[in-house]
């Protein structure tokens, strides 16, 4: 396995933590913190796709931190950014 993979898939598996605390009412501002987090863990997944040879870790993790980065978007719009 690849590491860079590995650690995409780690990084993308904490993003969807962050956001799934930050859906909890009144911690919706947690998102501000975990948007840029799973940003980061976005490009750290393309950077993995591109450089290792075992690609399926390094998908995933790409998939978990544009999940976590569209919830967290739509649940800061909804909630006004506080709630």
Do not use: D, Q
């Given at each position: ?6 650690l ?20 919706g ?55």
């Amino acid at each position: 396995m690849g590491l860079l993979s590995m650690l995409s898939l780690i990084w993308g598996i904490f993003a969807i933590i962050g956001m799934a605390v930050a859906i909890i009412p009144f911690l919706g501002a947690l998102n501000y913190l975990n948007i840029p987090f799973a940003v980061f863990g976005l490009l750290f997944s393309v950077l993995a796709l591109i450089v290792s040879s075992k690609k399926e870790l390094a998908v995933a993790g790409c998939v978990l931190c544009g999940v976590a980065i569209l919830l967290g978007a739509i649940r800061l719009v909804l909630g006004f950014g506080i709630f």
